[in-house]
T-cell receptor
């Protein structure tokens, strides 16, 4: 089974500042997908951003962007201009493009936004 | 609006009782999943289904059962054999098996009383 590691259980950021959440993964495959999900206090999982491994260009979605380092098996999430509504648990996830039978999740990073 | 609906939001189970969690989607997705979430452990896969009338065990299937009689529906039964069922349960779907992002329902919080 693939392993997804989030080594930062908790992070904090000042409102309007930038924060980066880290994620590493272990796989022997070359074709896969990576995701960042947000889980606010309501506990519904919301897709933030997605990256296909075959794409060299890093994905961006408004204030959210990733730094995808395939050789290093690293997939960090950068949140720019942090807002109070960004406070949540953030989960990194991996999905194989070959077997694809499940999404593997990290243990999450709890982000606090300080006004 | 398209989406995934889980019900109920909160569920209480007595010892030795089976309970069923509902999951319905109108996204026309083929693949559906059940995940369990415990504090500090991320999400763990219970069961998944690629297509109607087919489903496979995930990493922690013991004490759970599912059915997939309709494309839209993937109910999860927590049986009395599940020794520690108190958890948050999330249902998800994706457009295909091996493709697509996972979209989640609102979750069901199950508590044993």
């Amino acid at each position: 089974a693939q392993t997804v590691t989030q080594s930062q259980p908790e992070m904090s950021v000042q409102e309007a500042e930038t924060v980066t959440l880290s994620c590493t993964y272990d796989t022997s495959e070359s074709d896969y997908y990576l995701f960042w999900y947000k889980q606010p206090p309501s506990r519904q999982m919301i897709l933030v951003i997605r990256q296909e491994a075959y794409k060299q260009q890093n994905a961006t979605e408004n204030r959210f962007s990733v730094n995808f380092q395939k050789a290093a098996k690293s997939f960090s999430l950068k949140i720019s201009d942090s807002q109070l509504g960004d406070a949540a648990m953030y989960f990194c996830a991996y999905r194989s493009a070959n077997t694809g039978n499940q999404f593997y999740f990290g243990t999450g990073t709890s982000l606090t936004v300080i006004p | 609006d398209g989406g995934i609906t889980q019900s109920p939001k909160y569920l209480f189970r007595k010892e030795g009782q089976n309970v069923t969690l509902s999951c319905e989607q109108n996204l026309n997705h083929d693949a559906m999943y059940w995940y369990r979430q415990d504090p500090g452990q991320g999400l763990r896969l219970i069961y998944y289904s690629q297509i109607v009338n087919d489903f496979q065990k995930g990493d922690i299937a013991e004490g759970y059962s599912v059915s997939r009689e309709k494309k839209e529906s993937f109910p999860l039964t927590v049986t009395s054999a599940q020794k520690n069922p108190t958890a948050f349960y999330l249902c998800a779907s994706s457009i295909g098996f091996r493709t697509g992002s996972a979209f989640f329902g609102q979750g069901t919080r199950l508590t044993v009383v």
